[in-house]
């Protein structure tokens, strides 16, 4: 799973948009002050979800105060090249000895990872602090005058669990960074990451990235195929408590339990959010000088609504900043997936996008009326996260409040596998073939190719019907042919656009007047 190439530490550790402002504030938060004592104050059996819930509420009841954990010099201005050579020593592993299924290893202090987080273990017996120590990691070539000190601290945390081989111990999922998380299933590499909360995407003031300030993880039992982990999250505007219950495998899954309460009101809260990059793809009609054809964690948002539509929208990386919106009652669910697993499409033998994992969030309960906010942000290249997709709520959650959601995320090649219907599997766009540019009058050339299902929706001697609107502009020579190198449908049209009016594009495949054969695909055409 490595990444050699770039910087990945990108927005899966960071946010894509912003620098954190410096901010007035009441004096630092110690540890102590924070997790109530030393870690025997802690130790009793049955510790749990509630317990993390109530320290939220304490928090959410005085002004949010900063960590106030020294971050030794030899760790601080570190460089990713600098910080990439700290190692957790395998020896040190926790339950390397155990015969346990589950096994952890820590980060240090460092690079964009600079708060301290504190690790603690449930058992039977109780709470245990996972103590910092020097030895714990190898520092390659950096010079370390002295031991760091013993309450330095750590950064976050990742797990291992035999994916693919009974005696083999593999990564799967990393705690890193803010309220940042990621996971992968059998045979992926990393890509794009989920997150607590988002508070304040792409507003015009500066984006508010609250931090998990601790993690409590239970021991598992020898037989145990899932493992528990308690976060306690904390801001300047938030606190909340995590319960996530992972399940790595052929598809990882992660049970994400969340008590929410806001300190103060919050201009925009993102609810379940998702990170990704899409630098280029078949449908970016501008010249990318790259050797590869595509280049992307992720190349489209999917959404569930309650109403049985499935809508896809190709991703971009825009000349400007995209904000879209869809608009949803009792969600099924939404996700940034890798629909496309061609390596011919991508053409790079280090990265691998072809093996990133999607990411279907699977909205549990009832969330009601809302939107799914889709941010996609220009980028200069691949080392930036870009993409970020999140449920709203259609109310603003009043200063006060607290609120509890529940949401399972599957990491995983392709978690819609299981739906029926047609799929988008590309989207292109250009100039209208046999038509020079100078005279195409800004006519605009799309091409959507939609796989069949299984289930025979794509019979190729029985054509659909396409539906498409757009909110301005015209659309001429909507045509549907077989796609017979894909066993599907290619759906095209032209864009006779309104002159500096977005247009924004709907299509679906249909036969007769009720019977919807695919999913619906939409995207905002912007001019220029």
């Known amino acids: 799973m490595r990444e050699s190439r770039r910087l990945r530490a990108r927005s899966q550790w960071c946010a894509p948009l912003a620098i954190l402002a410096l901010l007035c504030a009441p004096p630092p938060l110690s540890a102590t002050d924070l997790l109530g004592g030393e870690a025997e104050s802690l130790a009793r059996a049955g510790f749990g979800f509630a317990d993390v819930v109530r320290r939220a509420e304490e928090l959410a009841a005085d002004a949010w105060r900063p960590d106030d954990t020294p971050l030794p010099d030899a760790l601080a201005d570190l460089e990713y090249a600098a910080y990439q050579q700290i190692r957790f020593r395998p020896e040190h592993t926790l339950w390397r000895d155990g015969r346990l299924p589950f096994r952890i290893q820590l980060f240090p202090r460092g690079f964009l990872f600079t708060e301290r987080v504190d690790v603690y273990l449930i058992d039977d017996e109780g709470v245990h602090a ?206 940034l997936l890798q629909r496309d697993r061609r390596f011919e499409n991508y053409q790079d033998l280090e990265l691998d996008y072809e093996r990133r994992p999607s990411a279907w969030v699977e909205l549990l309960d009832t969330w009601g009326k809302g939107r799914i906010e889709l941010v996609e942000i220009p980028t200069p290249n691949e080392t930036n996260d870009n993409i970020v997709a999140f449920w709203k709520p259609a109310t603003a959650w009043q200063a006060g409040s607290a609120h509890t959601v529940r949401y399972r995320i599957h990491f995983a090649p392709d978690p819609e596998a299981s739906l029926g219907g047609a799929r988008v599997v590309a989207t292109r766009l250009g100039t209208t073939p046999g038509v020079a540019q100078d005279e195409a009058d800004g006519r605009r050339h799309f091409v959507i190719d939609f796989a069949a299902a299984d289930d025979g929706a794509g019979a190729l001697d029985n054509p659909p019907q396409a539906v498409c609107t757009s909110s301005s502009g015209a659309l001429e020579a909507v045509t549907v042919r077989p796609h017979r190198h894909l066993a599907g449908w290619r759906l095209e049209f032209d864009l006779h656009p309104d002159e500096d009016t977005p247009s924004n594009l709907r299509c679906f495949l249909r036969r007769g007047a009720g019977d919807v054969l695919s999913e619906t695909w939409a995207y905002t055409w912007t001019p220029g």
Request: charged share 25%; net charge negative; aromatic share 12%.
């Open 130 to 335: 996972v103590p910092f120590s020097h030895e714990l990691f190898d520092y390659g070539a950096l010079e370390m005058a002295e031991p760091l000190p013993a309450g330095t601290g750590f950064a976050g945390f990742k797990l291992f669990y035999p994916l693919a081989d009974a005696d083999r111990f593999d990564e799967f999922a990393v705690f890193l960074g803010a309220s940042y998380f990621r996971a992968v299933a059998r045979g992926q590499h990393y890509g794009l990451s989920a997150r607590g909360l988002a508070i304040d995407t792409a507003l015009e003031t500066p984006e508010e990235f609250p931090r998990y300030r601790a993690f409590w993880i239970r021991r598992p039992t020898p037989d145990d195929t899932t493992i528990t982990v308690l976060a306690l999250l904390d801001g300047p505007r938030v606190a909340g408590a995590y319960r996530f219950v992972l399940r790595p495998g052929a598809t990882t899954v992660i049970d994400v339990e969340a008590r929410i309460i806001l300190r103060e009101q919050v201009g925009k809260l993102g609810i379940a959010p998702l990170t990704s990059m899409f630098h280029h793809g078949e449908n970016t009609s501008r010249h990318v000088d790259d050797y590869r054809p595509e280049a992307h964690d992720s190349d489209g948002l999917v959404i569930e609504n309650g109403n049985g539509e499935r809508i896809w929208h190709p991703l971009r990386n825009p000349q400007r900043l995209m904000i879209s919106e869809f608009g949803v009652n009792d969600a099924h669910g939404f996700g």
